[in-house]
Each structure stands twice: as structure tokens, then as C-alpha cells.
């Protein structure tokens, strides 16, 4: 297993050196932040960004994400050129030693919740979901954002891109997705790179927009639409443990056995009639199963990223929401921990 952490660039107010200090941390989770999605990112930021990684005595080994323009979702005649876009990109982030690109799927918008700070009994926020607050909540109106989201749209886009969604069901954007992955694979060998994609959060359709990464039986799907080790997920255990017909613990085993899991967010979540809770990623706090996930990942001899995912806000500390350093730093040494001890039992 290799330690990772999200870094939002130069602009992040946590430093490489913090993250540096976490034990055992290995690589930073980074992107270009300034490019339009769609455009080629220039070598120049790409090295950039590497200089400043392994300055701080950290790899520039995962990139979170190289976003997909919605063209190519919605399988327009113009898809073609952003496909083209896309390649370039794992080109350039192979040569600069990338490993692994995380991306996703979900049409217009990215992971979804419905409050930010909800504050908890020990006075701890955390990023919530109900379901009574989705209800009020107005997909159109231009104001809903979320760290990493592209804030780029205006009123009117969103409105035309909901109308343009109305011809894409899930059929239609799994085909959309194959055309896409035929493109890319064969550059992604050439370049020594893996895609993973990130499962749909939560995963179930929102504003009546489809969903696909969703489940067991459609993340079967996906990497059969082509069969390649290069092709494969980022397993997000708080996004499809939100739907508890999700087994973990058995689509972890099986996929890691596969040879497809190239990169794990690890969070706990607590799910509720109504929706779910964010929660610290220690076990008995959420209602998923982590100790279980780690074991069958050291069973299965794991040697993909992993990275602590969103944390709370604690000790007074403000900033992205989900993104803070203090929770996520706890979230990386438990995380460790349970490594470390899983590990020991297998070796006596
Ligand atoms: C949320 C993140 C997602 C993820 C994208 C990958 O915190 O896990 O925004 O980065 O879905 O493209």
C-alpha cells in the first residue's frame, strides 16, 4: 500500500511539508487546477508541480483528476477532439512519471452532498446527506459547488446541458463510456499509466441525471467494456458504501484479487433512513466495515495508492470542506495502523 494525500496545488493552505510530516506518506494527489477541462495541460505546470513534490520529498505519482469534458459523456460529434485532449494528457503525465489518473463519470455534476458542516455532539462538522434537503435543493440555479467541482458553468449552460442529458439514459452513457476507454487504453499501455475511475457519489442518479459506477454488477460491466489490467477503479469505500446492498469487504477482495483496483479512498460514513453522515474514519464511528476492507487489501497484497479521504473539521481548523489536514492526518495514521497491525498478525 502506498500512502497518499490530496493536495490542491500552490494554492492549498495545507503545505507539502505537513504533509510530509504524516508517517509513512508516500505520494501527493494532485492535478492542474488552472486549465479549462478539456484543454492539454502545459508540460511547464505538469513539471512544476513534480519539482515541488519531490522537493518535499514526495512522489508525483497520482493525479486526481484529469476530468472528463462533458462532450465526451454525452457522446457529441465534437467528443472527438476533447478525446484527442485527453490522451495528450496521460502522455505527458506518463513522462513525467504519473502513475495513476483517477477520473470519473458522473454527468455535470461531481460527489454530492447536501450541507457542509453539519456540527456534530463533540462539536466536530462533517459533509451530510438527507434526503429532505436534495428535495429543496435547485440543480440549476448556478450556486451549488463542492471542492474539485467545475465551477465554470453558468444558469444557462447547466440549463442546456440538463436538456442535452434528457437523450442520455444509462444505456447511452455506457456507450459513451466504452467509446471513450477504446481511445484511451491503448495510450494508457503505451504510457505506463492506470485509469481509475471513481465510482459515482452517492451511487444512485441525482436531479434525474444518470449514474452508472453505481454497484457490483455495473462496475462488472465497466471493465469488461475493455478487458485491460490499465483499465480500473478508484474504489471509493464512502461513495458506494452509501447504498448498503454494497458489499465491500466481497468487491474489494474481488477486484484487488483482479488486479483492478489501483487506487482506494478510505472513509467511514454513517448511513441513515434519510440519507447519510460523514464520520471519522476510525471503524466503530460509521456503519462501514474499514478493518474489514484493510484485511482483505493486506490479504490480497494491495500495492496501489491509498489515500485517507474526506476528513471532519476539527480543532477549530477552517478551509475546503472535507479537505481539512487535521482529521484526514488522523484518518492517514489509523489507516497506518491498521495496516501495520493486519500486517503483523499475517506474518505469525
Ligand atoms: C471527492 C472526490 C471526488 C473525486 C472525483 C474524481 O472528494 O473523491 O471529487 O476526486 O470524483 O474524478
Redesign the pocket.
Known amino acids: 500500500m502506498k500512502l497518499s494525500f490530496r493536495w490542491y496545488g500552490e494554492s492549498d493552505r495545507i503545505s507539502l511539508e505537513y504533509i510530509s510530516q504524516i508517517p509513512n506518506m508516500y505520494s501527493v494527489v494532485t492535478a492542474v487546477y488552472d486549465v479549462p477541462v478539456g484543454e492539454v495541460w502545459p508540460r511547464e505546470n505538469i513539471a512544476r508541480l513534480k519539482k515541488l513534490t519531490e522537493d518535499a520529498g514526495l512522489k508525483f505519482e497520482v493525479i486526481?483528476?484529469v476530468?472528463v469534458h462533458e462532450d465526451i459523456k454525452l457522446g457529441l460529434p465534437t467528443r472527438d477532439k476533447y478525446i484527442e485532449a485527453y490522451k495528450e494528457n496521460i502522455r505527458r503525465l506518463g513522462e513525467a512519471g504519473v502513475k495513476c489518473i483517477?477520473?470519473?463519470f458522473?454527468p455535470v455534476f461531481?460527489?454530492t452532498r447536501t450541507q457542509l458542516d453539519k456540527v456534530a455532539k463533540d462539536g466536530s462538522t462533517s459533509l451530510v446527506y438527507y434526503t429532505e434537503q436534495l428535495e429543496k435543493m435547485d440543480p440549476l440555479n448556478g450556486e451549488l459547488s463542492?471542492?474539485?467541482?467545475d465551477s465554470s458553468y453558468k444558469k444557462e449552460d447547466l440549463k442546456h446541458l440538463f436538456e442535452q442529458y434528457k437523450l442520455v439514459d444509462e444505456e447511452k452513457l455506457f456507450e459513451n463510456l466504452k467509446y471513450f476507454l477504446e481511445q484511451i487504453i491503448p495510450v494508457c499501455e503505451e504510457a505506463d499509466v492506470n485509469m481509475a475511475i471513481?465510482p459515482d457519489?452517492p451511487p444512485w442518479p441525482i436531479f434525474g441525471l444518470p449514474r452508472i459506477i453505481t454497484n457490483e454488477k455495473n462496475i462488472d460491466r465497466f471493465l469488461k467494456l475493455v478487458d485491460s489490467k490499465r483499465n480500473g477503479l478508484?474504489f471509493?469505500t464512502g461513495?458506494l458504501g452509501a447504498d448498503p446492498n454494497n458489499d465491500l469487504v466481497k468487491m474489494v477482495d474481488k477486484y484487488s484479487k483482479m488486479g483492478r483496483i489501483h487506487f482506494m479512498?478510505v472513509r467511514n460514513i454513517k448511513i441513515l433512513n434519510n440519507g447519510f453522515e460523514e464520520t471519522a474514519h476510525d471503524n466503530t464511528y460509521g456503519s462501514l466495515d474499514i478493518i474489514g476492507i484493510m484485511r482483505v487489501l493486506v490479504d490480497n497484497g494491495f500495492d496501489g495508492y491509498l489515500r485517507p479521504?474526506?476528513g471532519r473539521m476539527i480543532w477549530g481548523e477552517t478551509g475546503k470542506p472535507?479537505?481539512g489536514l487535521y482529521d484526514r492526518a488522523l484518518g492517514a495514521s489509523y489507516l497506518n495502523g491498521v495496516w501495520e497491525a493486519l500486517e503483523e498478525e499475517r506474518r505469525k
Request: hydrophobic share 15%; proline share 9%; charged share 15%.
Open positions: 486526481e483528476s476530468p483517477c477520473y470519473n458522473m461531481d460527489w463542492l471542492p474539485g467541482w471513481h457519489d478508484t471509493c461513495s479512498h479521504d474526506h472535507g479537505y
